[in-house]
C-alpha cells in the first residue's frame, strides 16, 4: 500500500532553517503532483506548497513564497521542503500528500483534493 514518511522536522530559533524529507513507497509517483500541507495547534489544515510531477514547475502559498523551496527527486520517490527565515508562526505538524492524477498542470491548495497524506512531522519554531 501508498506510504509517506516525513522527517526532518525539530525544535529551532526564529530565522533557522530545517530540511523536511518526504519518502514514499508501494507505487511510482513520478507522475503525481507532490506537496506539503501544515496544521498549528487549533487551526485547519493549510497549503503550503506544491510540485509539479516534472518538478519543473512550484506553488507556494503567500506566508512562505520567497522563504520556503519545494524539490523532488523522482528516481528516490521523495520530495523535499527546505524551509528557510523561520518564523514562529510557521510552527506546526508538516503533511506530505501527493495527488493521484497523471501529469496534471492544475494546482491543487485544498486538503480534500489530495489522495494520500504522510503521519506528519513537527516543527516548532520559538522566539
Known amino acids: 500500500q501508498v506510504q509517506l514518511v516525513e522527517s526532518g522536522g525539530g525544535l529551532v530559533q526564529a530565522g533557522a532553517s530545517l530540511r523536511l524529507s518526504c519518502a514514499a513507497s508501494?507505487?511510482?509517483?513520478?507522475?503525481?503532483?507532490m506537496g506539503w500541507f501544515r496544521q498549528a495547534p487549533g487551526a485547519e489544515r493549510e497549503f503550503v506548497a506544491a510540485i509539479s510531477w516534472s518538478g519543473s514547475s512550484t506553488y507556494y502559498d503567500d506566508s512562505v513564497l520567497g522563504r520556503f523551496t519545494i524539490s523532488r527527486d523522482n528516481a528516490k520517490n521523495t520530495v523535499y521542503l527546505q524551509m528557510n527565515s523561520l518564523k514562529p508562526e510557521d510552527t506546526a505538524v508538516y503533511y506530505c500528500v501527493v495527488r493521484r492524477t497523471y501529469y496534471s498542470s492544475t494546482w491543487y491548495t485544498r486538503p480534500h483534493e489530495y489522495d494520500y497524506w504522510g503521519q506528519g512531522t513537527q516543527v516548532t519554531v520559538s522566539s
Open positions: 508501494g507505487g511510482t509517483f513520478s507522475m503525481y503532483t
